[in-house]
């Protein structure tokens, strides 16, 4: 029996058109739909448009509308494909991963590099790749298809700008690769799946991600405390924290931590991750105020999933259980390792 899937455009490049301005979406969900007919064969599929959006105008308000989208009608489908622009495809598969939780039903994010309607691109074989992966028995959670490869939503960070081979999986394996319509599954774990779907409905979007240069004033965090519940800061290596002068940075943190905010410390270096116990400077400050680090995590999981926990509590404990709980693959190190700490 043919898979009854939704497809849910939201614009990006593969839905745009050449204009005077540039670029910019204007096909609607049917006509996407429309250049891979070979889907026939396999699967029956239905669209939806809540929005046509470049992705750079894409943010939490959305991230939510596209979950309660999947939520009315997950009942109805057996999976779920979402055309988006690459630009902001991993914040929103990374959101989306900590909105809908234990989906066995999967939500496939897919777009391109060139519009659909282009006589070269890569838009209609990563849009049929979608959608047979989201018609295949095995596939489950929310993943990104993407030149072959099919990506942990909380996984993916785009590294190209104009390849089409522009995303990667950070720090843990493709889920699977797609060739010649043949899907080869390199993690296959559906069966270790427990308990029902989970929806959510909050996210708290003031949420700030800072990224530390040689010589930046800790006075920064000061200008943003008004606005921001939250920062996750890019320190330098393995987590290095500067050390100027009289440590400008301390008090500023010092003023975040009391007033119940969260700080927390990732590295900018893409690949293995954080470690602040490894050297002086990001060893003492972490003692110091006992922060949390994003660990393994991708920049776009680490602030994502910092909304979706502040949006479910105001307790710094709660917080710090549901960001070390893994979810999607997220992070290596298991709750027990990491809260020991």
Known sequence: ????????????????????????????????????????????????????????????????????????????????????????????????????????????????????????????????????????????????????????????????????????????????????????????????LTGDVRFYHDLNDRVLLLKLIPGMDGSVLNRLFAFYDGVVIEAFGVGGFPEYGEEPFYPEIRRWIDAGKIVMLATQVTHEGSDMEVYRVGKAIKADFCLMEAYDMTLEAAVTKTMWALGQTDSREEFRRLFYATVNHDILLTPSQVLRQ
């Open 1 to 192: 029996m043919k898979k009854k899937l939704l497809l849910i455009a939201t614009g990006g490049t593969i839905a745009s058109e050449y204009t005077r301005e540039g670029l910019a979406p204007g096909l609607a969900a049917e006509e996407l739909l429309s250049y891979v007919e070979e889907h026939r064969e396999f699967c029956q599929v239905s669209v939806l448009q809540p929005f046509g959006l470049d992705s750079t105008n894409i943010y939490a308000r959305h991230w939510l509308e596209l979950a309660a989208c999947i939520e009315e009608n997950y009942a109805s489908y057996d999976g779920f494909v979402l055309c988006h622009g690459t630009d902001t495809m991993a914040f929103t598969a990374a959101a989306l991963s900590y909105l809908v939780q234990n989906s066995r039903k999967p939500i496939v994010i897919t777009g391109s590099q060139k519009p659909i309607n282009l006589p070269v691109t890569d838009a209609r074989t990563n849009l049929l790749d979608s959608l047979r992966f989201a018609s295949e028995p095995g596939a489950y959670g929310v993943n990104i298809v993407f030149d072959g490869k099919v990506i942990a939503g909380t996984r993916a960070k785009k590294e190209r700008s104009k390849s089409y081979n522009a995303f990667s999986s950070i720090n843990y394996p493709s889920i699977a690769v797609i060739q010649d319509g043949r899907i080869l599954f390199y993690i296959d774990d559906k069966d270790k």
